[in-house]
């Protein structure tokens, strides 16, 4: 019972803080679309954004995103109206690269090199943008944003557009509960019943396959399950506590750039109507892809040096 209590009690307060964060959000956004000042900034950037096969205004989530995490670009995303393949490029964008700020500040607490988080996450981030719109011909249809009401025409005053912008924000904030709630109760049951170091014990054939020692395994776990900013204590906790070492530290990292929280970061672009087995699917290969070559060099540049040194 008090399992169910504290996790509906801290769905409550994340859905409380980060509504405050995608309510005014959308509201600004929306109400933009109707000033010079976004068209402005739009025409600004649309040559750049085409290399990433998307309009000039989805910059807007983008920065976002970047600058505040997920759930603010998801809100600069239900108040534009994009293509599914724009959507879709911009979910799998945000997936590698987002909350730039705190999860950087994470990354260097464990003792990751800023450039290797850096290259790794806007690297990611562009190149799957690339790929994605070169190899991807269809989704030109226009995304429709879970049961957020269509708007027949646009308001004609601003008393129209401010009750738009009320609209659009209040069914974001209202989606977002929808998959928050649960999600904070399953993590209190992970919590309490103390699944996680089950689930890290379990996790000795993925720390192998991706080149890292055992004691790495539950800050795998936690970047896995709570991702790089809500797991940050887990993390931090655990390669302070089980000497993890600089190597194993930035090859987890690698891991969790490409892949972390992967059910809450999956889940919260179910509204924004695009495929999400695609998504995760794109975000686990690459994870594994991307770690098992860079632990591949490492290796052979460790096994140089003893080389050298030998000789």
Known sequence: MSTMKNGLKAGLKTTWSLGKIIFPITLLVTMLQFTPVLPFIIDLVAPVMGIFGLSGEAALPLVLGNALNLYAGIAGILSLELTVKE???LAVMLSFSHNIFIETGVALKVGVRLWVVLVVRFGLAALSAILINWLWSGGGEIAQYGFSPETAAAPETWLG???LGLEKA???VLQLAMIVIPLMLMIQILKDR???QKISNMMGPLTRLIGVEK?????LASGLIFGLAMGAGVMIQAVQEDGVSRKDATLAFIFL???HAIVEDTLIFIPLGIPIWPLLLIRVITALALTIFVSYLWRRAEDNRKEVLST
């Open 87 to 89: 959507v879709f490029i």
């Open 161 to 163: 557009i401010f009750l």
């Open 170 to 172: 209040g069914f974001g």
């Open 194 to 196: 103390q699944y996680l």
């Open 215 to 219: 004691n790495t395994s539950l800050t």
């Open 257 to 259: 750039v490409a892949c």
